[in-house]
């Protein structure tokens, strides 16, 4: 197969090399429009109780549409006490509200209520004035919409001295997709000279460098022009860009350098382009596309968590290792078929690259031959004390985990953007003027059956709203309740009745309207606690909540709690449920194919466990950093409390797949030396000669990429991209160099265990001959 592509892509090479240019400017094209078509959402749980709340009150309202948000303006030159005051927050209402690309349904709040019902809505300065407002846009509108709507209103209330914040989910996400942008740009600028950097000290040329940046240009082209295409009728998160790139750059750099390092040594050897591409893609080639498919499978068993936000995430990475293995084995061997001889031209002194020669059998990568005794001297001398170094790593891995035990995770919340955003200084205004859940109200959602006010059981209703006031940490519940009771002190709803309801007074029936839909059968309770969303205070009072809510099931009254802290709280129970899958699946999908790789039933299980002792390390050291702030100053990291919540399990499944590849590049060198003849120690000591050297700076090269990420983009992705880092650079290092060694070692020939297997033969050196008293003289040296 090999020589029939090479021969094919001989023949055809401009016409191929034209379809690839095409494909790859349309692609590019596709993927102009992304940011604008990828969602905020992807948090909500299908069926959940936080997904119905939110269902629930998109339509059927006044002044609440199918996005809302909350308007906050602070005067710093007036106090509410003066005219001007009043004057300018109407003013700028008036901009926002009037904006046609919003398509306003309503507002509720400080400019629509009068003088006597309006002072909920001022803040404790005396400055800082709000407005509810409702629009008609969706989602993924509101969130395009938004930030440029937020930007212009900032630039021309700012110098006067009024600032305006647009809080809404929209405006938090589309200001996360802004910032996600700016990221990636900068991580991108960041990443792509230091790749370079270490490219030329790998190879020792330049050709060879810039080559390999064919590979991540096609992959990552082409997976953002699919993204694209998928986005525009299936929602995907907003992280799937950054997530995808990250990735994306690090694998396919690292194909890259496996099959050109491969290309080049067998060129030096003497062989043709065309023997020399045949050989590598039989080898480096196949050790990638069988690298690709771990990943690919282990990222699949993602799709098991019922959560958008990661189904989207490991779509994003599954393409994109897709299309990184196609462009190792396809396009990669077109650039070198056009090149030929010319991959070696700008090479560098012999004394600034980090690869030289290599000689290897098999697809495994071999590393040079000048520091091969070095490597074979660090093999050895760990293996002659081999319970000595696997205890000090295995423990000093067990000292990184320690932290991981007291693990959080959360949704992200308005904290991820910096604070001198707009929008961060609106949800900021909001918590320090309203208190703590002013930003972020839980919602009680109750349907009933038949109109409240004609509803029997419509007095259950006000116990629950009585019930909810009264629990630990809730500071207030904005309802109707209070206004229906002075309208009607002994059947509240019945001011409901529409003859009742129109003698109301102005603001009271604006009040009922807001939190009672148009056909009386919903009703909104907006309970205000004194913690941030994420805080184990406000986890636990949702816990609090929904349990009152289902006592009040029943007889045609049903109740569901929604709101940010709720929407976490099924996030997480989601990724929880799914967890177990998740692991089998996985484990399951690498114990078979290394099962295959390596004919053994016991090296995949030891990898299995040194992947969980590295990966326990990982959540160890994020813990610390990001739950502690554990060096976080000192690395430019904010400290949350706790990590996004779908982190741990993308490291999870993205860690083990890569783990696995190295473990792949290592044993199957290690196995050629072993059929060989070689014992277990020789075996072992060859391979990490052989390997060390291509696999430290592919993990070179993946620190790199990831730790740029890390650096530069948000919340969410810098705790991926520090993982990642973390985590490849202990697998190159003590796994990989100390860990493993060891282990096989203790194993010894146990290493290569399966039933039915004939064991190699491996000859025996011929014991010297020793002449005995009763021996026959050999010939010629008779005695007569």
């Not at 035990?405 to 609106?426: C, K, Q």
């Not at 326990?616 to 919540?645: I, K, M, P």
């Not at 779908?646 to 290592?666: G, K, M, N, Q, R």
């Not at 199957?668 to 700076?697: C, F, K």
Request: proline fraction near 5%.
């Amino acid at each position: 197969m090999p020589e029939r592509w090479i021969r094919v892509l001989t023949r055809f090479r401009w016409p191929i090399l034209a379809c690839w240019l095409v494909a790859l400017v349309a692609a590019g094209v596709a993927a102009l429009p992304l940011a604008d078509r990828l969602s905020g959402g992807g948090w909500y749980v299908p069926g959940s109780g936080s997904q119905e709340a939110i269902a629930a009150t998109r339509s059927g309202f006044a002044d609440r549409g199918a996005s809302n948000l909350t308007l906050v303006i602070t005067d710093e030159r007036n106090t509410a006490t003066s005219p001007a005051f009043e004057q300018r927050v109407r003013q700028a209402t008036a901009e926002v509200t009037s904006d046609k690309r919003l398509q306003t349904v309503g507002s509720y709040g400080w400019t629509t209520l009068s003088s006597e019902n309006r002072g909920q809505f001022l803040g404790k300065d005396g400055r800082t004035a709000v407005t509810l407002v409702g629009l008609k846009l969706d989602d993924g509108t509101a969130r395009r919409v938004l930030p440029d709507v937020q930007e212009e209103i900032d630039r021309h209330w700012a110098p006067d001295g009024l600032r305006v914040s647009l809080v809404s989910a929209g405006t938090l996400w589309g200001e996360i997709n802004t910032l996600s942008q700016s990221g990636l740009q900068q991580a991108e600028l960041i990443t792509f000279p230091l790749l370079l950097v270490i490219l030329l000290l790998l190879y020792r040329g330049v050709a060879a460098a810039v080559v390999s940046f064919v590979v991540s240009a096609t992959a990552i082209v082409f997976t953002l022009g699919v993204v694209s295409l998928l986005a525009r009728h299936f929602e995907l998160s907003v992280f799937v860009e950054n997530a995808a790139t990250m990735i994306g750059l690090g694998v396919s750099v690292d194909y890259s350098l496996f099959v050109i390092s491969r290309y080049v040594d067998e060129l030096r050897r003497g062989r043709d382009r065309t023997a020399a591409l045949a050989a590598t893609l039989r080898t480096s080639g196949k050790t990638v596309v069988f690298s690709g498919l771990i990943v690919a499978l282990a990222m699949s068993s993602l799709f098991l968590v019922g959560l958008n936000v990661i189904q989207s995430i490991a779509l994003g990475i599954v393409i994109v290792v897709a299309f990184a293995v196609l462009a190792s084995v396809a396009v990669l061997p077109l650039v070198l078929v056009l090149l030929g001889d010319r991959i070696l031209w700008g090479r560098l002194p012999a004394g600034l690259g980090a690869l030289g020669r290599r000689s290897r059998r098999g697809g495994a990568p071999s590393g040079p031959a000048a520091p091969s005794d070095r490597w074979q001297r660090v093999a050895r001398g760990i293996m002659r004390r081999p319970v000595f170094f696997l205890s000090i790593a295995v423990l000093a891995m067990a000292a990184l985990a320690a932290p991981s035990l007291s693990l959080r995770t959360f949704t992200p919340d308005a904290r991820i953007v910096p604070e001198s955003s707009p929008v961060r200084a609106g949800f900021d205004a909001m918590r320090a003027q309203f208190g703590p859940g002013a930003a972020s109200p839980h919602q009680v959602v109750v349907t009933s059956d038949t109109p409240l006010g004609t509803s029997p059981d419509s007095g259950r209703v006000l116990t629950l709203h009585d019930e909810l006031a009264a629990l630990p940490h809730v500071t207030g519940v904005n309802s109707p309740l209070e206004t229906l009771r002075r309208a009607s002190p002994q059947r509240p709803f019945a001011a409901l009745d529409p003859a009742a309801f129109a003698r109301l007074p102005g603001d009271a029936r604006a009040a009922v309207d807001r939190y009672v839909s148009a056909d009386r059968r919903t009703l909104v309770l907006e309970v205000l606690s004194d913690g941030q969303a994420s805080s184990p205070d406000s986890r636990a009072l949702v816990t609090s909540m929904r349990s009152l809510a289902h006592d009040l099931d029943g007889s045609g009254l049903r109740a569901v709690v929604g709101g940010e802290t709720a929407e976490g709280v099924d996030a997480n129970a989601a990724i929880e449920d799914a967890l177990p899958a998740v692991v089998v699946v996985m484990l399951a999908v690498i114990y078979l194919l290394l099962l295959i790789a390596f004919r053994s039933l016991l090296l995949p299980v030891k990898a299995i466990l040194i992947n969980l002792l590295s990966l326990g390390a990982t959540y160890g050291v994020l813990v610390l950093v990001f739950q502690h702030s554990w060096a976080a100053d000192l690395l430019g990291f904010q400290e949350f409390g706790h990590l996004q919540n779908f982190v741990p399990v993308l490291l999870l499944a993205i860690l083990f797949s890569l783990s696995t590849d190295y473990e792949v590049f290592l044993l199957h060198r290690i196995r050629e030396e072993y059929d060989g003849g070689a014992d277990n120690t020789a075996s072992v000591a060859g391979g990490m000669a052989a390997t060390a050297p291509l696999i430290s700076g592919a993990a070179l090269l993946m620190v790199a990429v990831f730790g740029a990420f890390a650096f530069t983009g948000i919340m969410p992705i810098q705790q991926l991209g520090l993982g990642l880092a973390v985590a490849i650079a202990l697998d190159a290092t003590v796994i990989r160099l100390v860990v493993v060694p060891a282990a096989m070692q203790l194993m010894g020939d146990w290493n290569w265990w399966l039933p039915s297997r004939r064991r190699p033969v491996r000859p025996q050196p011929a014991a010297p001959f020793e002449p005995t008293p009763n021996s026959s003289p050999q010939k010629g040296t008779s005695r007569t």
